[in-house]
């Protein structure tokens, strides 16, 4: 049979499409097989997920669904710290000042004691979680766009483009990165959006080695050349082809990355270069308060300390046990 008898790729793609169960029962049986193989790993992806609800993410972007999908009779997600501050008497406002109490211990008042000013610990955690929350999340998604553009281009079309992309690679990857951060950060300002597009941006170009890599291995499946063959364009095959074979790839370094962006939030913040004060952050927790007033009220620094742990414990953890399940080249060796 000749290949213009077949007709186009698009007729062929559509030959036969194996039954599928519905998308809610994928979902939960894939989440069951991930606990029960993976148990420590999930219980890190529930804690991500509470530091997410806590931040904020989840009901922003569920809000942001409801909005766009004009969905009938539908109530905003409330904002948790914003619930808890209101509904229950153990939230306050983050900046609300209370002298009289400052630098307290833990108390039926004050579950984690109070700062320098009076202000709660735990209230000021909560909100914190914002911060930490969204610079992760919105960096990660700048840095993978970045990261699967440059890889997926430089290995698929190789030459002229791959050498050209690789040099700019390597010019972003020579530069000190915290040092051109803070350079950015204190011409610019160092606002909520500001931080999350400056460490998107500059952690994008590293990521794109794995990509490039990755890609390079599934340009030479024959899938591939007989896309072409067929007269499949550049553009179909990158989008219909290689990424979705590079996408579990991209979600398990994205998962490994948001560690690392909360560190480098953390560490901005404790440099004076974070999100500008009374909002808190848990960096600058640590550098305004818990330096200063550590042993007069230790879990200045303890909490904020350990909140960070935490979330980059869970983030690398989970990002780890995902990376089992999903890479077919690891699965059973753990």
């Known amino acids: 049979m000749a290949v213009s008898e077949l007709g186009s790729i698009a007729d062929i793609e559509g030959w036969t499409q194996p039954a599928q169960r519905p998308l809610f ?42 909005s766009v999908t004009n969905i009938s009779n539908s109530k905003p997600v409330p904002y948790m710290a914003d619930f808890l501050e209101k509904n229950t008497g153990i939230i306050y406002p983050y900046a609300k000042q209370d002298l009289r109490s400052r630098l307290q211990g833990p108390s039926s008042k004050h579950l984690l004691g109070t700062d320098s000013i009076g202000r709660d610990i735990l209230s000021r955690l909560v909100y914190g979680a914002r911060t930490a929350v969204m610079v992760s999340f919105g960096a990660v998604l700048i840095s993978e766009t970045i990261a699967a553009t440059l890889g997926i281009m430089a290995g698929y079309y190789g030459g002229f483009v791959d050498k050209f992309a690789y040099r700019i690679v390597d010019v972003f990857q020579s530069l000190p990165g915290l040092v051109v951060l803070i350079t950015i950060l204190g011409i610019f300002g160092s606002g909520l959006w500001e931080m999350i597009i400056v460490i998107g941006v500059l952690g994008g170009p590293a990521g794109s080695r794995t990509l490039r890599g990755q890609t390079i291995y599934v340009m030479a499946s024959p899938f591939i050349e007989a896309a072409r063959v067929l007269g499949a364009s550049d553009r179909r095959i990158m989008l219909r082809y290689v990424l979705p074979n590079i996408f579990a790839l991209m979600i398990l370094a994205s998962t490994l990355r948001l560690g690392i962006v909360v560190l480098i939030e953390a560490s901005l913040s404790f440099l004076g270069y974070g999100l500008p004060p009374p909002f808190p952050s848990w960096g600058q927790m640590l550098s305004l308060e818990g ?28 990002g780890d046990a995902l990376r089992d399940v999903l890479d077919p080249r690891l699965r059973g060796s753990r």
């Open 25 to 66: 029962n994928r979902i939960t049986s894939g989440l069951w097989n991930f606990t029960r193989k993976k148990p420590l790993g999930a219980m890190c992806g529930l804690v991500v997920l509470f530091f997410m609800i806590i931040g904020d993410l989840v009901p922003e972007t569920a809000n942001k669904f409801l």
């Open 291 to 318: 330096r200063e007033y550590m042993r007069t009220q230790p879990g200045l620094a303890i909490y904020p300390g350990l909140a960070i742990g935490l979330l980059v414990f869970s983030y690398n953890l989970f």
